[in-house]
């Protein structure tokens, strides 16, 4: 599922937060197995991840592959993580917690990796990330990307 943002929580243990829908399909596959990934895509992804938004997990055999985005499993966990991703977190389902009519999920962080785009910070000559600016605008990238 795309998430508008994620946030870290904790640097020890390394814990970062995503927002939910708890009827979507993706979110009950998430409390299901206890685990996701965060895959971060670039502004090559963009139909993807419009596709991805747009279709119910539900619906489809297989959301990636419907989404034309082609996928393996993690390095420690069993989660999807996107091949072409700048960066991938594998995380491990701690908490969950209801907001309104979205559900928190906290994950620690079991395993992460990034491409030469991230070396301690992000290189924007080389990352163009996809900013959300509401469904009605959609997706954009930086000026000028």
């Known amino acids: 599922m795309?998430?508008?943002s994620y946030t870290s929580v904790s640097d020890s243990p390394p814990m970062v937060a995503v927002s939910s829908v708890p009827s979507h399909f993706?979110?009950?596959l998430v409390l299901e197995?206890?685990?996701f990934s965060l895959c971060i895509l670039d502004r090559d992804s963009a139909g993807a991840i419009a596709r991805l938004a747009s279709v119910s997990g539900a619906r489809v055999e297989d959301k990636l592959a419907d989404a034309g985005l082609?996928?393996?499993k993690g390095a420690k966990l069993k989660?999807?993580?996107?091949?072409g991703s700048v960066a991938t977190l594998e995380c491990s389902l701690t908490t969950k917690r209801r907001?309104?009519?979205h559900l928190l999920l906290v994950g620690e962080v079991?395993?992460?990796s990034a491409t030469e785009a991230f070396d301690?910070?992000?290189d924007f000559a080389r990352y163009r990330p996809l900013l959300y600016t509401g469904w009605r605008e959609g997706l954009t990238t930086l000026p000028g990307a």
């Not at 989660?79 to 091949?83: H, N």
């Open 2 to 4: 795309p998430v508008v």
């Open 120 to 122: 301690g910070f992000w």
């Open 99 to 101: 907001f309104g009519d």
């Open 26 to 28: 993706t979110c009950k």
């Open 70 to 72: 082609n996928y393996s």
């Open 110 to 112: 079991r395993a992460a």
């Open 79 to 83: 989660v999807p993580i996107i091949r």
């Open 33 to 35: 197995a206890k685990c």
